[in-house]
């Protein structure tokens, strides 16, 4: 092989290693999983649609720090587990609660469980299920339930935003709102 021979050859091999580097970024960024769909419900809550483990990194990266999740294990094949998913936030620095919420309707206990999740995580939170209505409802009536909560008119209009519908639970909500406890305001002398 000649010298020139020889120049071309390591010309090439520097031609295609550098481009090997450039497109790294370019391969990984198509490689990447979409980004989860998520809404805004309320000031630090969203919700979405089931999530896949591989979506967690770029959860935490936009900033959410507690995932619960509202669908019962087992609902669809395909559905990762509760565990796996758990897994997987707290590998991503992120908190994981379990609240399963089954299809219909939405039992006290799983209000009650909700509520007391949203209390005790506070930060940027994501609430998700199959399709994002049995978090955007659930949450919903732990608002309806909470002294100082949203009113009945907001709550439904963040629940709309969000793409879901709780048209529905609207009498469900006024209840809620009804029996809500006022805090106590200590009477000035």
Partial sequence: MNIFSKRVLFGAAIFVGFSLVLAQPLYEKLN????????????????????????????????????????????????PPSAVMATVARANRMKFVYVPVPQGGIPDSAIAALDKALTEHPGQVLLYCRSGKRAART??????????????????????????????????????????????VPELK
């Fill in 139 to 184: 949450w919903g009536l732990v608002e309806a339930s909470r002294a100082g909560g949203m009113d009945g008119r907001a709550i439904l209009t963040a629940i709309k935003v969000s793409g879901q519908s709780a048209d529905d639970l609207s009498e469900d909500i006024a209840k809620r709102i009804a029996k809500r406890t006022s805090p106590v």
């Fill in 32 to 79: 990447r999983p979409p980004p989860a769909r998520v809404h805004q419900l309320h000031a630090n809550i969203a919700v979405s649609e089931q999530l896949r483990p591989e979506e967690l990194p770029e959860l935490m990266e936009r900033g959410f720090t507690t995932i619960i999740d509202l669908r019962p294990d087992g609902e669809a094949i395909d559905q």
